[in-house]
Every structure is written in structure tokens, then in C-alpha cells.
């Protein structure tokens, strides 16, 4: 994968993805109901237009659109990928999401740039944590070198990126590694941005399903270097 000076990854050539973005934008385009979009527009704190399609809908539609085309490569999926997030409809980028959490094994460590070029582009909480918990955390838990890469990005200026190294193992349960998840909540408790707190409170919580006293116990000991919304987020299932 190549990326240009701005750091934004090259769009690669795909004959699939020629096909599924020809079909998607018609399929998707006649089915837009612009009274929904403006309302849908509204509920997501007006981060993208939409074409007004509810979630039931479009995953119908997105099954027509691929419904004949062979099982894409990680060259397809990026091309796919990166084509609907320039698309300025939201609906583009929940096929994308769905396309790579679908395939997520077929994609190489090599794809995280352009995972998180994904996460950092139009980010908002609707893309940003199935990335998170899907993609990025499939491609860690299928390459453990990528710790790494997650240790570098808790500690990153964009709230989307430490979000996302947050989550990452949000569905790991007994692969968890404890010591990383608690202390990267830990690095982060202080941070002043709600997406953040609150990610804090529901990977602590997610992992709590796993160890609810490792959870307890990590709360008893650092609970007041941590926000409120961030407690009660880890505590909701466990208690105090």
C-alpha cells in the first residue's frame, strides 16, 4: 500500500471494487429517502449527510450488491474502503465497516494504516468503534507484533486513535491482556473528552464479563483517578 505526502493512503486499483462501488451508489441511491436522512443527520450530531436508508434496509441492499461477486482480497477491501469514505453519504461507510469486519482475516497487518486512516477521517463514535473492536483488534489479536502500534496510539493527540487502542480488545474476553487494557485506561484517566471517559468505562466493563473482581480489584485501587462517567460505565454489571 502506497500513501501520498499527507499521509493519506493511495486508493489501489480493483476490478471488484470498480463493480461494488458502481452497484452500491445505484442500489443504495434509489433507495434514499431524504426525510430520514435529515432526520438520521440530526441524531448523529450532523457529522455526514445520509441517504436516509435504516440499518435493516441497507443490509439488505448491501447483500444484492455483492450478491455474485467473488470473496474480495485485501487489495479489493481497501480500494472499497477507501472509495466509500470518500463518498460523502454515511451509509457508504457503514457498507465499508461491514465489508472489512466480514473479511477482517483475509487482511494483513499492513492494512492498520489504513484502518487508521479510516478511524481519523469523519470520525465519529457509529464508524469508529466497530473499527475499534472489529478490524483493528482482529488485526492485533492476528498479529501480536501490532501491541506495538496500540501502545503508540493510547498515547496519540487524536481522541479517535486513543478510542480506538482503548477498545481494541473490546472482544478478546479470556485473551484479554489485563496489564495493557488496565494500563491504558490508566494513561488516559485524566483525559477532559467524553468519547474517551466513556470508552475508558466500557472496556473496563466488557472486560468485567471475563474477571469481575480483576475489575473490582483494578477500581478499588485507582477508582479516584478516574472521572465519574468512567466508574460507573465499568461498574453498571458488577457493582461496587
Known sequence: MS???AGVPDV????LADTVTERLTAVYGAAADPERAAAMRA?????????????PERRALSRSVLQGTPRPDERD?????????????????YFAVDLLRRHVRRLSSGFLPVARHLVTTVPWWDTVDALAAHVVGGLVAADPALTAAMDAWIEDDDLWVVRTALLHQLRYGERTDAGRLFAYCLRQSGHPDFFVRKA????LREYAKTDPDAV???????????????????LKNIGA
Open 3 to 5: 500513501v501520498t505526502g
Open 12 to 15: 489501489p486499483r480493483s476490478v
Open 43 to 55: 441524531y448523529m450530531k450532523d457529522v455526514a449527510p445520509f441517504l436516509g436508508i435504516p440499518s
Open 77 to 93: 477491501c481497501t480500494a472499497v474502503a477507501l472509495r466509500c469514505w470518500r463518498l460523502p453519504e454515511r451509509e457508504y461507510q
Open 200 to 203: 475508558i468505562g466500557w472496556c
Open 216 to 234: 473490582r480489584d483494578f477500581l478499588a485501587r485507582e477508582g479516584g483517578r478516574f472521572a465519574p462517567l468512567s466508574v460507573r460505565e465499568a
